[in-house]
């Protein structure tokens, strides 16, 4: 391994590590993290690429933020940079949860950890909603996938206000259907005009 190679090898699981690291409430949390180090700071990928991965992540099996290292750790260094940056995510969650579950008995009904779990939740809720402001800005400014976002958005707040028990899976299925029911309507519009 040439040592340009072992530096970007390393580069990435740096990154990936302190992403793992600083990174409470799972993967939506990551996402921000993520396009600030890779897409901001990095040049990585693209913003939009960070949208289509994080779409493909969440409609693909695993955790958001382990299929996002796992692409950037491929287009960046290949097989084993998707290793290295997969590992460098996980890691330190790995090593926190066994580190707990070695010395500290009944860790949750310790006051001041459960309040400082109490100001994580704030700070997890601002970087989903980040996340997902950055988002916006960079969803096409077309007619459909503003009409999937706000109903699917509706959809979301009605189940929780009246308590349904409907998965949320369904709603990124039905979304994805329409999305691909669009796209075959709009080919065969093109078709037809020619």
Not at 105 to 122: C, M, P, Q, T, Y
Not at 156 to 163: G, P, Q, V, Y
């Amino acid at each position: 391994m040439n040592k340009g190679k072992g530096r970007k090898l390393c580069e990435l699981f740096l990154i990936f590590f302190k992403i793992g690291l600083f990174t409470f409430g799972g993967g939506y949390a990551m996402i921000s993290l993520i396009d600030e180090e890779c897409v901001v700071k990095k040049n990585w990928i693209t913003s939009d690429e960070l949208m289509d991965v994080t779409i493909i992540a969440e409609s693909t099996p695993g955790p958001i933020a382990i299929n996002c290292a796992t692409f950037v750790g491929y287009r960046q260094a290949g097989l084993l940079g998707a290793v290295i940056s997969t590992v460098g995510v996980v890691l330190p969650s790995f090593l926190i949860i066994y580190a707990i579950s070695l010395f500290f008995d009944n860790i949750l009904e310790n006051r001041i950890v459960s309040n400082a779990f109490k100001g994580i939740k704030v700070a997890v809720s601002l970087l989903v909603f980040t996340a997902a402001l950055r988002m916006l800005k960079i969803i096409p400014k077309k007619i459909l996938p503003i009409i999937i976002m706000a109903v699917t958005f509706i959809a979301m707040i009605l189940i929780s206000i009246f308590s349904v028990n409907f998965s949320s899976i369904y709603l990124i299925l039905i979304a994805g259907l329409a999305g691909y029911i669009s796209f075959i309507l709009a080919r065969l519009r093109k078709g037809d005009k020619k």
